[in-house]
DNA sequence: GGCCGTGCTGTTAGCGCTAACATCCCGCGG
DNA sequence: CCGCGGGATGTTAGCGCTAACAGCACGGCC
C-alpha cells in the first residue's frame, strides 16, 4: 500500500492505456483537434474524467512556449483604484482561461519595472500588463523591450505601446460641469501627485471644463492622494474662506483626499453642501457613508479589466487593437448643492 | 539580418559553448552547485552576464517538479484588510524568491475554492495559500486533498491545516480594554458577518475581555462589514441612545462599519466622543482622517504575510512549523473618551 | 609505484507534452 | 479491380533543463 505520498503519477499515457488508444490522440482530444473519431473522442474524455486527469503545465509550457499566464506589474495597492484594477484585470483573465501573476512593488522606479518585467519573462508569462500611473513606471516601461507583448493599464498617455484606461479627463469634466451646472462662479481642484498620468490628466479636464464654461481657472491646489494632505488643503481653504474670499466648490481628485478636506472644513464650522460643495474622485466603499455622503465620479474597474485583456489577447494573436478609454461615470450624492447667498452677490 | 522577431533562442547550450564548458556546468553554475572550480565558475557565469542568459523556467519546472511559484486564493479584495494580506503576501513570497499567482473569487463557494486549487495545482504552483477567513471556504479548504501544501492565512481558528493570522482575539480584548479603562460601565459591539472566522473571534475577544472586567454583556449587534450595515446599526443605537439608555461605548468589528455608524449618529446630533466613544478595527488609511479620528486596532500584514510564506517554505522542507499568531496593536486617536455623567448617576 | 579516493567535468536519459510525419483503412472513381 | 485520397490513429523527435552516472586527472598512501 503505498504511504500517504503523491497520488501523482497520472500522465497522458495513463489516459491512453485506459481509453486504449495513444497519448497522442489524448492530447489531441485535449486540445479539441478535430480529426478524432467521435466514439473515441468519448471514450477518451470518459477515461479523464474517471482518473481526473489533468495535463502539466510545465510541460505544455516548455513545447508550446505558453503559459496561459499573464504577469501585471502595480505600485501601492494600497489604493483603493489600483486594488479594483487587479480585481477587474483577475477576472477577466480567469474569463479568458489564463492566470495571473502579480508583482506588487514597493517604488516605481525604473529598475524595479525592469526586475519585474524580467522576472514575468523568465517566468514565460504570455504577456505583461502593468499600471503605468506613475511618470517613472511609464518611463521605464517604455523603455524596457520584452520579448512578449506589454500593455499598460491606467497610463493615460499616448505612449507608443496599447494602452488602455479609464478617460480621466472626461471625468474631471463631470465633476466641474456638475459644479458649473449648480452655479458655483468657479470650481477650486485639489491635484493628486505631480508624477501622476491620471492626476494630471484630471487637472487637464477640470481646467477644459471651466475655460469652455467661460469660469475664471484658479490656481489648482497641491495634493498626494492621502487624507492628510486633503486635511491640509482643507485648513488651508477653509481659512481663505473665513476671510471672505469666494470659494464655493471643490473637485479633489479622489475621495480619499475629500475626507481629509471635509475633516478640516467641519473642524472651522464649515459643511458641505452648505457652505461647501466637494467632489471627490474612486467612489470608495465608503464614500455613501462619509459626512455627507460624497458625490464622487466612478471608475469601471471591470470594464477596464475585461478591455485590457481583451487588448492582450488581441496583441498575442498578431491583432493591433487600440481600444476606447472606459468612460467614467458621476454619483451625485450630498456633498455638492448651490452656492451659499454670501453678503452682497457679485451680480443681480 | 533577422528581422524584429524573438531574440529567443537564448538556451544553456549557447552559454556553455561560449565558456567552452558542457551545458551541464553551467547549470550547476546556475544553480549554486558546489563541485565546480572557481576560474570555470567565473567564466560561465561572465558568459551568462555577456549573453543575457536567463533559465527557462517551464522547462526546469518540468524536470524539477517546482515552478517557484505560490498560489494565492482570496476573496473580496476590496476590503482593505484582504488587500493588505495580498500586498504583505507578495512581498514575502518575493523576498523569498517565489512569484504569486492570484485567484480573487467572486464568492467563496466549495466549488469555487476547489477549481482555484485545482488550477493552481494544474499550473504546478510549489504550495497554495490561502485566505479561509470564511466559514464556506474554510470548510472547502479543508476537504481538498491537494498534492501540495496548503496553509491558510487569517483562517483563525484550529484547523488542521497549519494555518498564520493576525490574534483577532487579543484584538477585541484590547479594544474592548481600552473603553473600560476609560470608564464606560461596558462596551456594545457590531460584529461582522456571523460565517466570517475573524467576525467571530473578535465576538469572542470582546466578551472576554467584558467577563474577564465583570463588566455585562450586551447582546452583540449584527453588521456585514459594509458602511450601510455600520449606519443601519447606527440609527437604531442612537435612538435607543435619545430613548434614555446607558450606551457610552461601541466596539465595530470594522472601520467601514465604524464610519457608518459615525454618520448615522452625527445625523442624530450625537457625535463621538462626547456622546459615545467609538473603536474600529484595520486601521484604515482614512481612518486618522474621519470625524473624529478614529480609534482603531491595527493588523500588520506584512509580518503575517512574511509567517505564511515562512510556514509554507518550511512545508515545502518537510518542517511542520506552527507559527504564533500575529498580535496586532491599538491606536488610540480621538473617537474615544471618558463617558459623559448622564442625568443620575448610577453609583456615588 | 600502483591503487584508490576525491574533485571536477562531460555524457546520457528522461520530465510530459505537442508537432510533424508515418501508417493504416476505408470508400470512391476510372 | 486496382489505385488513390483523406480521415483517423500511431510513432518519432524534440522543447530546455536537471539528475544520475561515467570518465578523468591528480595527489596521498601503503
Known sequence: MQPDAAPRALVMSDVAARAGVSHQTVSRVVNGHPNVA???????EQAIRELGYRPNTAARALVT???RTLGFITVNINQ???????VGLEQAARAA???????????????????????????SVDAVLAQATYDAAAEALHLVRAPVPLVTVQSGGAVEEPAVGVDQIAGARLATRHLLDLGHRTVHHVTGPPDSKE????VIGWQAELRAAGAPVPQHL?????????YAVGRDLAA?????????????ANDQMALGLLAAFHEEGLDAPRDISVVGFDDLPEAPYLTPPLTTVRQDFAELGRRAVGTVLARL???ELHPEPVPPTLLVRSSTGPPAVRRAPAAF
Open 317 to 319: 494573436r498578431g491583432e
Open 240 to 252: 481663505r474662506v473665513r476671510g471672505g474670499e469666494d470659494i464655493t466648490a471643490v473637485f479633489l
Open 38 to 44: 467521435p466514439h473515441t473522442r468519448e471514450r477518451v
Open 65 to 67: 512556449g505558453s503559459t
Open 199 to 202: 492626476a494630471r490628466d484630471r
Open 222 to 230: 497641491a495634493g498626494d492622494w492621502t487624507p492628510s494632505s486633503g
Open 80 to 86: 483603493y483604484g489600483p486594488a479594483q484594477t487587479l
Open 97 to 123: 482561461g489564463y492566470s495571473l501573476s502579480v508583482a506588487i512593488l514597493d517604488d516605481a522606479t525604473a529598475d524595479a519595472v525592469r526586475q519585474a518585467v524580467d522576472r514575468f519573462v523568465g517566468q
